[in-house]
């Protein structure tokens, strides 16, 4: 069965100073795996997607991951953290054993900006 | 706003009572999803719909649980005899089976309806 573990449940980072979000996973195959970023009282966001296309993936507002198999890691980074990025944030495989996109979702990493 | 809606937002119910929500995906995607999201935890799926059919079920979801999707439009998810253990926010999402591979496919997620079971 795949899985992701998100290795931090909170992680504060000052305005301005760069935001590392780790994700490991567990696939028995090559996984697609996701970033969603949750805010209060709004739903889920897609921020980006590997496909098994290039490595390096960037998505929304200025934030990028990169797969690396031989760590099973998807971590996520942004250079520069702004107050609008507090938020939850989700890693997430996708299970296409069943012929269709089950998400398997993290337990959430909740981002905190400061000043 | 042509994204996912939900309906209610958030619903107050007395355990034992039934409880129905509504979802309405993107118009044209034909596959729809149902989550469960409890405090703290990531969503956890729990039913897929291609078009009007109901594929896959989760074993989280127990028998008072039922969730259909008449006409491959709008679903509804129905709760009986509900109890505490059932207050969470549920989710709802929806996708398009694409040109592409299943890879291609991207989930679009509502704002969800908050559960709470007194």
């Not at chain 2, 998810?77 to 999402?93: F, H, K, N, P, V």
């Amino acid at each position: 069965a795949q899985s992701v573990t998100q290795l931090d449940s909170h992680v504060s980072v000052s305005e301005g100073t760069p935001v590392l979000l780790r994700c490991n996973y567990s696939s028995s195959y090559s996984p697609s795996l996701f970033w969603y970023v949750q805010h209060p009282n709004k739903g889920l966001q897609l921020l980006l997607k590997y496909t098994s296309a290039a490595t390096l993936v960037k998505g929304i507002n200025g934030f990028e991951a990169e797969f690396k198999k031989s760590e099973t890691s998807f971590h996520l980074t942004k250079p520069s953290a702004h107050m609008s990025d507090a938020a939850e944030y989700f890693c997430v495989v996708s299970d296409e054993d069943t012929g269709f996109q089950k998400l398997v979702f993290g337990t959430g990493t909740r981002l905190l900006v400061s000043p | 706003d042509t994204g996912v809606s939900q309906d209610p937002r958030h619903k107050i119910t007395k355990r034992g009572q039934n409880v129905t929500f509504r979802c309405d995906p993107i118009s044209e995607h034909n596959r729809l999803y149902w989550y469960r999201q409890t405090l703290g935890q990531g969503p956890e799926f729990l039913t897929y719909f291609q078009n009007e059919a109901q594929l896959e079920k989760s074993r989280l979801l127990s028998d008072r649980f039922s969730a259909e999707r008449p006409k491959g439009s709008f679903s509804t998810l129905e709760i009986q005899r509900t109890e505490q253990g059932d207050s969470a926010m549920y989710l709802c999402a929806s996708s398009s089976i694409g040109t592409g591979s299943l890879r291609a496919d991207t989930q679009y997620f509502g704002p969800g309806t908050r559960l709470t079971v007194l």
